[in-house]
T-cell receptor, first 115, second 114 residues
Framework: AQSVTQLGSHVSVSEGALVLLRCNYSSSVPPYLFWYVQYPNQGLQLLLKYTSAATLVKGINGFEAEFKKSETSFHLTKPSAHMSDAAEYFCAVSPFSGGYQKVTFGTGTKLQVIP | DTAVSQTPKYLVTQMGNDKSIKCEQNLGHDTMYWYKQDSKKFLKIMFSYNNKELIINETVPNRFSPKSPDKAHLNLHINSLELGDSAVYFC?????????????FGEGSRLTVL
């Protein structure tokens, strides 16, 4: 069984400030972990993914996330927020078991960037 | 070129009607999915097909019937629509042997049941 918890359904940051979106996971097997972004009226697109290689993962648009097994966390960060970062962000987990992937999503965090 | 495309993008219909949503992917992937996103943005998997074979069938009412004529297409037919079916339905695809679980999503089909 696997699950994802995203802390904070809404996060507001000022333009230029640090972005920190929190994600904790639960998985009975080693997980793959993902962050997806959804802009208004669009589908989800992959920001970054952890697949058991480096624990610090860099993604698109200056985002990065660190896999911490001891804390079962995969928090998303960006040093300096841009207005264009305003969107819904989803953390997701998939079992590292091969074959068909059943991806479980968190409930999402809406990021608001204040000018 | 759109990788995963869904039609229609918007659907407004009355309770009790039947409707279909179509999905096509040109990524050469072998697995396709239907996800439902509710008004609170919660994403829940409904179905998944691998090479036209149903492999994931979550607890979904029988009124929902997926169909995959080939590995590039996945359709969703909904009978006797109810108010609670109002949501955004996302099609997605992935490649099994890439083994990373990365999903590629369409832009969604927003269904409104009146």
């Amino acid at each position: 069984a696997q699950s994802v918890t995203q802390l904070g359904s809404h996060v507001s940051v000022s333009e230029g400030a640090l972005v920190l979106l929190r994600c904790n996971y639960s998985s009975s097997v080693p997980p793959y972990l993902f962050w997806y972004v959804q802009y208004p009226n669009q589908g989800l697109q992959l920001l970054l993914k952890y697949t058991s290689a480096a624990t610090l993962v860099k993604g698109i648009n200056g985002f990065e996330a660190e896999f911490k097994k001891s804390e079962t966390s995969f928090h998303l960060t960006k040093p300096s927020a841009h207005m264009s970062d305003a969107a819904e962000y989803f953390c997701a987990v998939s079992p590292f078991s091969g074959g068909y992937q059943k991806v479980t999503f968190g409930t999402g965090t809406k990021l608001q960037v204040i000018p | 070129d759109t990788a995963v495309s869904q039609t229609p993008k918007y659907l407004v219909t009355q309770m009790g009607n039947d409707k279909s949503i179509k999905c096509e992917q040109n990524l050469g992937h072998d697995t396709m999915y239907w996800y439902k996103q509710d008004s609170k943005k919660f994403l829940k998997i409904m179905f998944s097909y691998n090479n036209k074979e149903l492999i994931i069938n979550e607890t979904v009412p029988n009124r929902f019937s997926p169909k995959s004529p080939d590995k590039a297409h996945l359709n969703l037919h909904i009978n006797s629509l109810e108010l609670g079916d109002s949501a955004v339905y996302f099609c997605a695809s992935s490649q099994t042997d890439k083994n990373t679980g990365e999903l590629f999503f369409g832009e969604g089909s927003r269904l409104t049941v009146l």
